[in-house]
């Protein structure tokens, strides 16, 4: 596991780095799709509050390997089938890291969404109510009420999140993408050493998690600076 001409601590870090992107790109697609999923569960339409429901459930309900095969496979197939109109054979496979991103995207945006909503239901009402008495535009009343406040509370089930979406990355191997779990497999296959191979992921996994979490426990920390919490 050195860093020579014979060894694949290289390879090791450039597949976390990986990881880590694959991870990122994915949380924040999530992120989105969760904020508006939240608005869809919260507003006053039906048809949206279904949407909502729909998504979250479908999406919770299907193993995360599956919608990975689904979304590589689904758009491989319309790739090839354009790829076929203009004269082109055979099997065009959908680049891996933007179809795993994505899927991996999806997915945690509907655990997301349920943290954006449970984030913007533990607000008090009695300061929304206050807001519009006050003919305090709705727009603004989300940049100063809603949104700050609801941002305080969804950081621990964000984090949370963020947690899965970094162990959701090693299925994209799957799909041929070289992240972190993908390299250790194909070292251990070279070397015929399984044992420091998985054990250097695992220790690469941890390293990841660990920073990750401090941050996001600093930005707890953070926002509930100046705020009481119960005794």
């Known amino acids: 596991m050195g860093f020579g001409p014979d060894?694949?601590?290289y390879d090791m870090l450039a597949a976390t780095g990986m990881t880590v992107a694959v991870a990122?790109?994915?949380f924040l697609?999530?992120?989105?799709?969760g904020c508006l999923g939240a608005a869809a569960a919260l507003s006053r339409f039906r048809a949206l509050r279904a949407v909502a429901e729909t998504y979250t459930t479908?999406?919770?309900?299907?193993?995360?390997l599956l919608v990975i095969y689904l979304f590589y496979f689904g758009s491989s197939s319309v790739i090839s089938a354009a790829a076929a109109l203009f004269g082109a054979q055979g099997f065009v496979g959908a680049p891996a890291f933007l179809t795993g991103a994505l899927a991996i995207g999806v997915v945690s945006g509907a655990y997301q969404t349920q943290v954006f909503r449970g984030a913007v239901l533990a607000l008090p009402k009695g300061e929304i109510e206050a807001a519009r008495a006050y003919g305090m535009p709705s727009f603004l009343m989300f940049r100063r009420i809603i949104l700050p406040q609801a941002a305080r509370f969804a950081i621990p089930g964000v984090g949370n999140v963020w947690?899965?979406?970094l162990k959701e990355s090693a299925l994209i191997?799957?799909?041929?993408l070289v992240e972190l779990m993908r390299q250790a497999q194909i070292g251990a296959g070279s070397t015929r050493q399984p044992f420091s191979f998985y054990l250097t992921a695992a220790a690469l996994y941890l390293l990841i998690t660990f920073?990750?979490?401090r941050g996001f426990r600093l930005a707890e920390e953070r926002a509930m600076r100046g705020i009481r919490r119960p005794v």
């Open 7 to 9: 060894g694949w601590g």
């Open 24 to 26: 990122v790109c994915g």
């Open 29 to 33: 697609t999530g992120a989105v799709l």
């Open 58 to 64: 479908v999406l919770r309900g299907i193993p995360d």
């Open 163 to 165: 947690q899965l979406v």
């Open 173 to 176: 191997s799957v799909i041929g």
């Open 211 to 213: 920073v990750s979490g």
